[in-house]
């Protein structure tokens, strides 16, 4: 795990130490978050982007160019050097923003609503509420085509994209009809700038063995990490189509997918932020701190960002060199801070109910409490928990 906490520097600039940095809220759900050198964008249902510095959460640009939720954000940095914000909404629009300025560059208009964008070298891919995506030429700030990338059974309508992302060979789709689609964009697309044909591109392969909608995905190197309303994981080879991994460990719809060096991170509808490493796929830490569903997730450095359903914006730092490890029963999660772990109690307890006593479940505890009463015995325990060094 020592080679987990080099990859992240964890504790190198202290700046995440220096105490927690506070957010404004959003009116509303927060639906997409996305960082570039010291600002945290953010987006919501409230109808607003926002623009934070990320060290001492001062609002530093507040855009209200959209009628209806804004459901997503990309960040693009021209070949003339100038970065962009690109926001997508309900309202069938997408609104393109110089960072620096302010200044609203270009508005794009698509027909449907915006589910979720992806950037592929200039093009922008937008998949939309009528399983359609766009594909945007940033540099030309036109359209270069549409794909109809999922339909219906039947009579049923085509199903809303609710995800996408790519690289340079294939693009990946994900619908409400609990499938992936993939297709090559390389020989379609990315390979023939002058004459590109983004409806024609050929479908590679489906994946089918979702119970539920993929709510995110993430490409690292040859495989595809697939996030479920289903609570599942899944990691699949995209040279040959295997699964790899089925992870089941979160009691919620996985939300949001992100990788850092040999680290991946989720955030889940049940509120918690969890850790992986990334080659094993295995569980190193969890993160708590947020008071309802986390929707989006975001990294830079060593700090992760959430966005959660009551519009608050959080920052939480990781420390993979230390963790506090959930004693009750046969739990044993490591949290990498001991608030959390304490907060995590309330997940054992559920409503407490003051005419019952029940037998505390912590590890070499053999007092009853009463369940009015057992959150701060627990407590009393998570105080007394050693930090335990990787």
Known sequence: MEVLADSLCVGGDGGARAGPVIFSRHS???????????RLFT??????????????????????????????LEIYDSVGGTSYLLSGSSDKTICMYNIETGVLSAQFRCGSRVMFMGIQRSLL?????????????LEKKESVGKKLCHTGVNTEENPS?????????????????????????????????????FDSIPQVHVLTCFSNTVLCMKIHQNHLYCGSADCSLQVHNIKTW??????????????????????LVTACFDKYIRCFDLEKMEL????????????????????????????????CPIDLTVYYQCQWNNCKLRFGLLDHLSEHMRDHLGVPDGSTVQKCQWENCTQTVSSSAMLSHLHNHCVRVQATKL
């Open 125 to 137: 891919f937008v998949g939309l509420s009528s399983a359609v995506v766009i594909a945007i030429d």
């Open 284 to 315: 190193v830490q969890v993160y708590g701190g947020n008071s309802d569903m986390v929707f989006t997730v975001c990294m830079s450095k060593n700090v992760v960002y959430t966005g959660s359903k009551d519009g608050a914006v959080k920052a």
């Open 43 to 72: 987006c919501s249902s409230d109808k607003s982007v926002r623009v934070y510095n990320v060290q001492t959460g001062q609002i530093l640009n507040n855009f209200s160019n959209h009628q209806k939720s804004v459901t997503c």
């Open 161 to 197: 994209i609710s995800c996408l992302c790519s690289n340079d060979e294939f693009l990946f789709t994900a619908a409400f009809d609990k499938k992936v689609h993939c297709w090559n964009i390389k020989e379609g697309l990315l390979s023939r700038f002058t004459d590109p044909k």
């Open 28 to 38: 509303s759900s927060v639906l997409s978050l996305k960082t570039a050198d010291s």
């Open 242 to 263: 295997e699964r790899e991994h089925h992870i089941t460990c979160h009691s919620g719809a996985v939300s949001g997918i992100q990788v850092l060096g040999k680290l």
